[in-house]
């Protein structure tokens, strides 16, 4: 007997090259995410630390995100639904183009 297993990477890990370079409200979601316990106020600021966003993102994946789990996970992803509304769209192949 054969046992099909299907792993199903979550939407955050699958486009996180995609969002280190595309997430722009740094400090807005990580003011939700330490709201929602996802990140402690240590981390919080040793990520607003880093110089560059993308460097904040990477600090933000490297650390809260991959020891919170599926869940700190999908509160992650909840967060940029509401602050980066348009970005996930493009990201979920939903984007429409602007009209001229």
Sequence with gaps: MTVNVVILEHFVDRHRSSLIQRISLV?????QLLYHKVVSQEH????LAKATQQ?????????ALRSSGTRGKDIFLSVLEELEPF??????GQGRPVPQ
């Design 27 to 31: 400090a807005a979601i990580l003011d």
């Design 44 to 47: 919080y600021d040793t990520i």
């Design 55 to 63: 460097d904040q993102v990477r600090e933000l994946y490297s650390g």
């Design 87 to 92: 970005l996930i769209e493009d990201l979920r």
